[in-house]
Each structure stands twice: as structure tokens, then as C-alpha cells.
């Protein structure tokens, strides 16, 4: 049994965040964060986050956090997003890697690398996925050799998000290519204007720059940016991957946020006079269940984990179903638009700025991300419930 209830405690710090969002929320939409403009004004927004004492709240006080526990953080979450203030450019920095810097880091990087990701001074991109390693993100080819003080980097990255524009990139790269496949890896740290370090932008469906390829051509970088041990990439990756797949990349907000935009679409095409079919009524009550059973499952996992309980293969169970989710909440919203659902933004007729078609096409990507859900189906097939490996 748990509580659920959230005491006087947390409902002060609900309204304080509440608050502060409504107070600073901008006044209009800002560019999307996968354009060059855009990237540079949500830059902007993570400073004014930080500056007030809401970039990273979980994280500690010398860090720019507010030592926040995992129940306030879910609550500044579910705060957020339903605020509908920007979304957070510096996403991969603090959702990804900063839990890695924390575990593995040294005093020296820790100091170095968070007050800096969390101003937003410094906005990093995820440098794992080749041409030829995603899925088998074991498979990764691209090499780093070391000579002297630093580690001289050969190979490619692809599908790196933002990477166009990021200042850091965090990569795995393999630094003994004699050792067994996971065992010869490196977690390292990357200067995105490192000489011998080319960025190219790949336009996605959507038609913006939001991705990279990175190429390496005896790109040099210090040995002090190795983030664990070398050759010890592999554990160092996993951890993030925990962190990337559960909760922390996608918190229940992100969902409960969607889940009202959608029953409150729902109800100005109903009072639209035409009406609502039935099953598409069903559909809108089935995706805000689900959205608010992610939630409630959410807290049950956040309290266990504040008792002292670990995280491990529940991660991809959450991704399966956050990704999922995602895409169910909003390929509804476009069976309620019918012939609208298509009209990109500034056409007439268009509705709320073709968000719903802006976010249907990001959705369709998140079974992708983060580990396909084929790959999760795995997981959860040999170590969730048991079952032989194929
Ligand atoms: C929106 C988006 C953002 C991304 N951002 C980043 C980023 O910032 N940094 C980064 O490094 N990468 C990023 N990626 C890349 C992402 O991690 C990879 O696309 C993903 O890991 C899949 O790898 P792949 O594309 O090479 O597909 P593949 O691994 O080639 O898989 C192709 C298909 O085969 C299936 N498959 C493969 N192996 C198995 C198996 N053993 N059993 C069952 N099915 C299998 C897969 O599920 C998939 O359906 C991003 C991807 C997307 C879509």
C-alpha cells in the first residue's frame, strides 16, 4: 500500500512552482528548438530558469538545484508542462547525461560540467548512434586512439539530436578494438568546435535541421574528459540508458499536459454543432486514462525508488508505454480533426497552429528513440519476465 496523498508540504511547493510559471510564462510562442533561432531562444528561456532556481531543482543547491526529492520533481514536471511554457533545449544535458556525471564524474568534472549545463551556458547532444550502430549500439566502429594527454578520435555519429548547434557532444567511441564488443568502450566528453570535428544538419520529416551527422577526422581531446574509467564505456552508457528510457527523459506532464488538450479539443469540436462519433469519444477517454494511469504508476515507482529500490529493466516497461502513449493521444486528436488534421501552420482553418500535426509526426519517432520498443519487447521478454533468449 502507499500514499498517494500529497501532504500540505508538497501542495506549497506545487503553488510556488505553479506561480512562477504563470508569472514568466513568455507571451507568445517561441521558434521551434530544432531551428538555429529557436535553439538560441530557448537557450535564453533555460537562463531565466536557472537564474530563478527552476532549471534543475532535483539536483543540489552548489549545482544551481533545489536538493528537490523525486515527488517534488514529478510535481515541477506536472507543473510544467501543463503551464505550456517552452520546451527544454538542454533536455539531453540534464535528463541524460548529468545523472551519468553524477554517478561517474569526479569532483573536478562535476564542478566543471553541471553549473554550466545547468545555466543552459553549455547545451549538450547524445553522440552514440552510427550508420551501422543503433539498436547494436555495441557494434560502435568509431575509433579513439591515445597519444600523449589526449585521445585522437576517428569515425562517425548520426541521428544527434541538435548536435548542428550543441556546444558539447557525449559520445561512446571505442578505445580497444583487441577487447570483447562491450568491454572495449569509452565514455568521452566532446567539444563541439574541436578541431577535426565536422557537423553536418540532416532535415527530418518535419522539414527542420533537428539532427546532425558528426564526423571525426583526428579529432583531439583531452584524456581529463573521459567520464568513468577507460574501457568501462559500456556500464557508463547503461546508466544513462536507465535514465533515458524511465523517468526521467519523460515525466507523466509531458502526457497529463496532452491528455487535457485533447478532451479540451474534444469539446470545441463537439460544441462545434457537429458532434462527436462515439468511438472517437471513447478514444478521447481511453488516451486521458491512460495518461493518468502513467502517472499514478509513475508516483507508485518514484516512492519506491525514494525507499532505496533501484530502477532496472521496469525502465523499458515505461518507455514501451510513455512512447506508445504519446502517439495514441495524438493520432486521436487527428481522427477529431478529420480534414484539418493535415493544414500545416498559418493556413485557414488551420486549428492551434498545427501543433496537433507538429506533435503527431514527433510521436511517430518516440517507438524510435531511446531504444526501439522492439528492442524494450526484448528486454522485457528475458529479463522482466523470464523467457528464454531467442
Ligand atoms: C527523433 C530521434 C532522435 C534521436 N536522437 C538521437 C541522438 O540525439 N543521439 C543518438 O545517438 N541517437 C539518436 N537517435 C537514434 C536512435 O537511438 C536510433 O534510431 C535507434 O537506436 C535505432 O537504431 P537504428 O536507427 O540504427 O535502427 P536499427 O537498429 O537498424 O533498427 C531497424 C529496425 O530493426 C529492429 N531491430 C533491430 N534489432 C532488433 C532485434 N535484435 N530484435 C528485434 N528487432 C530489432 C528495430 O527495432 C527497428 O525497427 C534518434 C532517433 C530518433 C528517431
Not at 531551428?35 to 532549471?55: A, C, M, V
Not at 545555466?119 to 547532444?125: E, L, M, R
Not at 573521459?226 to 547503461?238: I, K, Y
Not at 509526426?361 to 523470464?386: C, D, H, K, M, W
Request: charged share 25%; proline share 5%; net charge negative.
Amino acid at each position: 500500500m502507499i500514499d498517494l496523498i500529497l501532504t500540505p508540504r508538497y501542495l506549497e511547493f506545487r503553488d510556488e512552482c505553479r506561480q512562477w510559471l504563470a508569472d514568466h510564462k513568455p507571451d507568445g510562442p517561441i521558434a521551434s528548438m530544432d531551428t538555429p533561432e529557436g535553439f538560441e531562444q530557448h537557450r535564453e528561456w533555460e537562463r531565466l530558469l536557472f537564474d530563478n532556481g527552476w532549471s534543475v531543482p532535483a539536483w543540489p543547491i552548489e549545482y544551481g538545484g533545489r536538493g528537490c526529492d523525486l515527488m517534488e520533481w514529478l510535481i515541477f514536471e506536472e507543473e510544467y508542462w501543463l503551464a505550456g511554457v517552452p520546451g527544454r533545449v538542454s533536455a539531453n544535458g540534464i535528463s541524460l547525461l548529468a545523472p551519468t556525471i553524477f554517478n561517474f564524474g569526479t569532483k573536478e568534472q562535476q564542478d566543471r560540467f553541471l553549473p554550466r549545463m545547468a545555466s543552459g551556458a553549455d547545451i549538450w547532444a547524445q553522440g552514440w548512434s552510427e550508420p551501422e550502430a543503433g539498436s547494436d549500439l555495441a557494434g560502435i566502429r568509431t575509433r579513439a586512439v591515445l597519444d600523449g594527454d589526449q585521445w585522437v578520435i576517428n569515425g562517425q555519429k548520426t541521428w544527434c539530436s541538435r548536435g548542428a548547434w550543441a556546444d558539447w557532444i557525449f559520445c561512446i567511441v571505442r578505445t580497444d578494438p583487441e577487447a570483447e564488443r562491450h568491454r572495449g568502450l569509452t565514455y568521452i566528453l566532446v567539444p563541439a568546435d574541436s578541431p577535426g570535428l565536422d557537423r553536418r544538419p540532416v532535415e527530418r520529416l518535419d522539414g527542420e535541421p533537428g539532427f546532425a551527422e558528426i564526423f571525426f577526422d583526428d579529432c583531439r581531446v583531452s584524456a581529463e574528459n573521459v567520464l568513468g574509467e577507460v574501457g568501462q564505456g559500456w556500464a557508463v552508457a547503461m546508466a544513462a540508458a536507465g535514465s533515458e528510457r524511465g523517468l526521467n527523459l519523460r515525466s507523466p506532464g509531458r502526457f497529463m499536459a496532452a491528455a487535457r488538450r485533447l478532451t479540451d479539443l474534444a469539446r470545441r469540436i463537439g460544441a462545434g454543432g457537429q458532434g462527436i462519433d462515439p468511438r472517437l469519444r471513447d478514444e478521447v477517454t481511453d488516451a486521458w486514462i491512460r495518461a493518468e494511469a502513467y502517472r499514478w504508476q509513475t508516483y507508485h515507482t518514484a516512492s519506491r525508488l525514494m525507499d532505496g529500490a533501484e530502477m532496472g529493466s521496469e525502465a523499458s516497461l515505461m518507455k514501451v508505454f510513455w512512447s506508445e502513449l504519446d502517439l495514441e493521444l495524438h493520432a486521436t486528436a487527428m481522427r477529431l480533426l478529420g480534414n484539418r488534421a493535415e493544414l500545416t501552420g498559418g493556413a485557414p482553418d488551420c486549428v492551434d497552429g498545427a501543433a496537433w500535426l507538429d506533435g503527431y509526426v514527433f510521436a511517430l519517432s518516440g517507438p524510435i528513440y531511446a531504444g526501439t520498443n522492439e528492442i524494450q519487447r526484448n528486454i522485457i521478454a528475458e529479463r522482466v519476465l523470464g523467457l528464454p533468449r531467442r
